[in-house]
């Protein structure tokens, strides 16, 4: 279903993205926002997973600038590699480079960023600071709580595992109380941890990533297409 592009950025750099497009015509466009282990097989399956919901789904590799084609498992030297990686590269560039993914998908009618971990946090500050963005979604944004000054200038919803060691509970309250219930809808879910969405793994949590995934996709048919 899914190809492999190249996209520039408005700074000028070039990098790769993967690409699937509906059957049909695009309900709109999705810009799906990958983990710290880089546009992998569990990305472009999620991306392949939204095509299928009829949009047209791009997902940016975000950590072309500091090494192309990354593409990582879940193990700690993974990890670790995926971390060096994400730390190399500013907000702003990947922020950059969400933009250029956007401007991508103009002609598909209106268009979505929906992010998990570092790409849950960067789908916020998309709301925030890229232009063309109609609704975000965030996975367990890790740094969301911290950037609550960006306010969103379009719709969002962040979804929250309440057993996420690296997100406690007390950030999700933070968060509830900063924003405004009627353009961020929050939401958690008993019994899953962090990367509860990441099926194939110890993490997953299937009912907690079935529901998330019929919240996200109603949002994105109300705000989206």
Known sequence: MGK?????AGDGRGFSAYEATPAAKPRGGVVIVQEI???????????????AAGYRAIAPA??????PGVELGYGAADRDRGMALRNAISLDQML?????AVAALSGAG???V???CLGGSLAWLAANRVAGVAAAVGYYGGMIAAHLDAKPRCPAMLHFGE???????????KIRSAVDPAVVQVFTYPGAGHAFNRDGTANWRAPAAKLAGERTLAFLRQHVG
């Open 62 to 67: 975000l950590f072309d600038r500091a090494e």
């Open 114 to 116: 929906i992010g998990y």
């Open 96 to 100: 950059t480079d969400i933009g250029a």
């Open 163 to 173: 057993e996420d060691s690296g997100i406690p509970l007390s950030d999700v309250k």
């Open 110 to 112: 209106k268009i979505g």
């Open 37 to 51: 282990f880089g546009v992998n097989a569990h990305m472009r399956s999620v991306t392949d997973g939204y095509a």
């Open 4 to 8: 492999t592009i190249k996209l520039v």
